[in-house]
């Protein structure tokens, strides 16, 4: 779901992504070619650690989107994690399996996504990292993930994600796909994309939904953004509107922040005034 426009426009501002080499608040973050950390034996199963020079104001989750489809990577948001780095934030990067032809995301990219997540547990345990301030940040389908992974502790005993080791503190979505079942009614967003993902449509699989859908599963409980921008050529802004509208009626403390002429992938470009609003909500709702 990214634009090829959007993806080298990241590329050029933000450069090489940071890594880690080891330490906590005496590592210096490093250039590209630093740890990758495995979560599962596929090579999309990775995540990547990146600590700032100092002690982290906290620690930033960030998904990537691209409709969930294979051939879409973390380096997607690489800015967006340097410059969270830069202003002091850990950052953990992670990757998915996504759709491939005839082959359905669920359960995997559900549950790749939670094991990613609780990995960080593993991780932060090791390395003295503390996650009592932990923000979950999805981009475009990966707002979905991202806002799915903070409404984890309301799945059902037994359903994929279900019992999760990390519970985010604070969730964000960023010109996301914040409903699944609404995008696919009345936008079929991505054509199949959502079908795809949950390998089928919601009368075929209501089941399903009723488990990956962010809207089905409100209240999330923590502080939440939704950001979009008016000129968004790819997805409606409405799904900002509404999801923050349903969270709030169920009791969600939400940030809406509509950008004028703000396209979608501005939101995740650093010295955007949409990647800055980012940052703000950050510093006032995750770091605490």
């Known amino acids: 779901m990214t634009t090829r426009r959007a993806v080298t426009r990241r590329a050029v501002l933000g450069g090489a992504l940071l890594a880690l080499a080891g ?78 032809a005839g082959v359905p995301g669920w359960p995997t990219t559900f549950a790749d996504v939670a094991a990613a997540a609780d990995r ?12 009592d301030r932990t923000a979950v940040v999805g981009h475009s389908a990966g707002g979905a993930l991202a806002l799915w992974l903070a409404a984890r502790h309301r799945l059902p005993r037994g359903a994929v994600g ?9 969730a964000a979505s960023l010109a996301g796909v914040t409903l699944l079942e609404a995008g696919f009614r009345r936008a079929r967003l991505g054509g199949s994309a959502i079908p795809d993902l949950l390998g089928g449509t919601p009368d075929q699989v209501p089941g399903r939904y009723a488990v990956a859908d962010p809207g089905a599963l ?39 922040v509509v950008q004028p002429g703000t396209d979608h992938g501005d939101v995740v470009v650093p010295g955007h005034p949409a990647w800055r609003a980012v940052r703000d909500w950050l510093d006032t709702e995750a770091a605490g």
């Open 120 to 131: 960080l547990v593993d991780v932060a345990a090791a390395r003295g990292l503390r996650l």
């Open 23 to 100: 330490g906590c608040a005496r590592q210096r973050a490093t250039t590209s070619g630093g740890e990758v950390v495995a979560y599962g034996p596929h090579p999309d199963q990775v995540a990547e650690p990146t600590l700032p020079a100092r002690t982290p104001l906290g620690v930033v989750v960030l998904v990537h989107g691209g409709y969930w489809r294979a051939g879409h990577h973390r380096t997607e948001l690489g800015a967006a994690s340097r410059d969270l780095v830069t202003a002091g934030w850990a950052t953990w990067n992670l990757d998915y399996r996504g759709t491939t």
């Open 218 to 256: 409100l209240p999330v409980g923590v502080p939440l953004l939704v950001t979009h921008g008016t000129a968004d050529p790819v997805l409606p802004v409405w799904l900002a509107t509404e999801y923050a509208a349903a969270a709030r009626a169920a009791g969600d403390r939400v940030r809406l």
């Open 162 to 170: 279900a019992a999760p080791r990390l519970r985010p503190t604070a």
